[in-house]
Structure formats: C-alpha cells, structure tokens
C-alpha cells in the first residue's frame, strides 16, 4: 500500500470539503479512499493503518444530487454538523463513525484475486407498488402505462405523468357507496399516492395504505402500516385522521411523517408544518403535537414526545438519502435492508458501534458495504443474504 502523509491528507481533505480542491488533489484523495478496498483489512485497534480508517469515515461528506427532485415534499433543513470546518469533523467518540460518500460510478468491492462482494443483482430500491381494489383484485402500478388505472364505479384510478396515483371524482355521483383500496410497497419499494382530497401520501419500502376512494364520512380516516409522509389537504369539516396498530393521528391540515414498522421498538409521528393530536387505544392522555417535534409510542403502550426532534434523520427517506444520527447497527442495517431488499444475519452479538452521516439511497450497495467494512464490521454477502461476522 502506498505510504501516504498524513499532514500533506489533512490539507487537501480540508480543501476538499471547502470545494477547493484540484482534479488532481481529488483524484489524489479518491486514490487514499480506494486504498481501503481490499475486504481483509483487519488491523489491531490503536495502529496507524486504523487511525487513517477512522480519518476516512470523517473527511468525505455527501455531494451527490439526487436526481428524483419530484420527490422531495418540503424543503429540507441542512443539518448544523454539514456546516463544521474539517478539524470539527475529527471529533468523534469512541464507536462512533462518521461517513460522507461521494463517489459517483462506484467500483465493485473485491479482495485480491476474487469476484466481488456481491451480485449485480442487489440494486436500490425504486417507484413499486401493487394497488389492491374493494373486489381483491390488484393492479401492479409499477408495470402498468401511464393513463387509466382502472375504474371502480364512477371513480377514475389514474396513473399520471409523474407516475403518482390518482383518483378522478369528477363523474362520481354522491351515492353514500364507499369503496376501500390499498396501496402496498415491497422491500425495495415506494410510491406516492394523490388521495381522493388531493392529499399527498408518500410510501416507503414495505408499507401499505388503506383508503376511501372517497372521503364522504365526517372524517377522512386511513389505515397505514410501515412508513409514510403525508401532505393533508386542510378541511376543518372534516378532519384527517391515520390509524397505525394502536395509534392515531388526528389532523386538519399539515405535513407529518409517520415511522411505525412491526420490526422496530416505537413508533414515530414526526410534524413538520402545522399541528396533530395523538391518541392511543390504552387511554394515554393525548399529544399535541408542534412543529419539531415527534411523539414516541413503544411496544408497552408508553407515548412520550421529544420536542426537539432530528427532522432531517425523520424526512431523511423521503428526501432520497439515508441519514443517520449516532445510529446503532442493527437500526441501520433493517432500513438498508428493506431498500436494497436484501436478508441481514448475524452469527453472535450485534456489533456495538453506532454511525453518523448520510448515504443517498440510489447509491449501489458496495458503498454501503464500504461503511461497514470502514467501521471494521466483518461481513460476507451470498446472494441477498448478507451475513454480518464477529
């Protein structure tokens, strides 16, 4: 490996970062990032070789765009760390790493002499859903022209230009008759859905909606399960609400993100713009909830709200990145999991270390495999299967 100099490193990872670096000192740097390809680096804790791997955790911040700016509901806040100088960026706890990628046409991952750590066919995730109409019959969205979905009744299931779904009431006549349709995402999935009221509800990976194809009640109450952002059309006459297993949101108009996966240990309803009430089937004394912040269910019914929630972690998906905020391994690996749709096992002990940074989610898996194997996680990939070692 190439002897480099860590003093001649620091001065053009500072330059790097204030976007003042030369194609030359990048492709410099980019050299010293790619040393580390080589998947049996096992070095002993407190040696140069593992000082220079934490160094590479912390000097390279994300600067690639992402190209679905359709979908992306709200502006995003820059995170405060994004705005620190390069010497903040070497503070770091211990366990802790710290990750920017960068590199726009990743090479695949190998060790001398062997094929690399992966398939081709582990891909990010994309637009996939199937829409399940009142009669059990299902429509694959992600497969099917743009245009006329389908009609149900007098309602028209469109899927516009965009690629979002749409219903058409124009036709409707107002018979009392209310149709019920469920929208679902798989692992690898998303989707954006135009409610019947013109709400926007946007999908993560293995998620499902449940909906009126029209709001003729007093209130318009949907049933999700997995994770959504919802963009609700205010009507004080009939209030919105979302039912997630013993949750629920009430609203009249607002943006809300909410997190609630069977695999996870709580529930999330993060508010971004507007005001929410939550309530729960154990008689918990319902949160009002403000701007910024986020309520917290937990599986033994206990909700409590942090008012100073990381907004930009919670919208994260949405905005097509993965952000994380001193997050533990196994938390990160089940959101890497259900985008790349790919099965994570462990032989002993989750690994303890917790990261920091944010990856784009149309990124190819070997620069998430990268992260671990910059942390020092030993893995290996077999097919989708990817086995994380002691």
Known sequence: MQQWNRAELGKLAGKYIQGKATEAEKQLLQ???????????????????????????????????????????????????LKYSAAALLLGGV???????????????TAAGKTPLHKPTIVPGGNKAVLTLDDGSTVILDSVANGTVTMQGHTRIVKNKNGQL??????????????????????????????????????????????????TAKSREVSLKGEAYFDITRNAAQPFQVQVNDMKVNVLGTQFNIMAYEEESQAKTTLVQGSVDISTAGGTQPKLLKPG????LSKGGNLHVVNDADVDEALAWINGRFYFN?????????????WYNIEVVYEGAVPPEKFSGEIPRNSNVEEVLKILKLSNIHFTVNGNVLTIKP
């Open 31 to 81: 050299e010293w990032y790619n040393a580390f390809d080589d998947v049996t680096v096992n070095v002993p804790a407190d040696s140069e070789a593992e000082e220079m791997l934490t160094e590479a955790r912390m000097l390279f911040r994300l600067q690639q765009t992402i190209e679905a700016e359709k979908y992306k509901p709200a502006p995003r806040r820059i995170p405060a760390w």
């Open 95 to 109: 366990g802790l790493s710290i990750f920017w990628l960068t590199r726009p046409q990743p090479q695949p991952l």
């Open 166 to 215: 749409t219903y058409d009431l124009s036709a409707a006549p107002n018979t009392g008759q209310v149709s019920y349709n469920t929208i679902t995402t798989p692992r690898g999935g998303q989707y954006q859905v135009i409610l019947p009221d013109g709400s926007k509800v946007w999908l993560n990976a293995a998620s499902s909606l449940r909906f009126p194809t029209a709001f």
């Open 293 to 296: 912040q986020q309520a917290r």
């Open 326 to 338: 001193d997050t533990d391994l196994g938390t990160l690996m089940r959101q890497i999991a259900r």
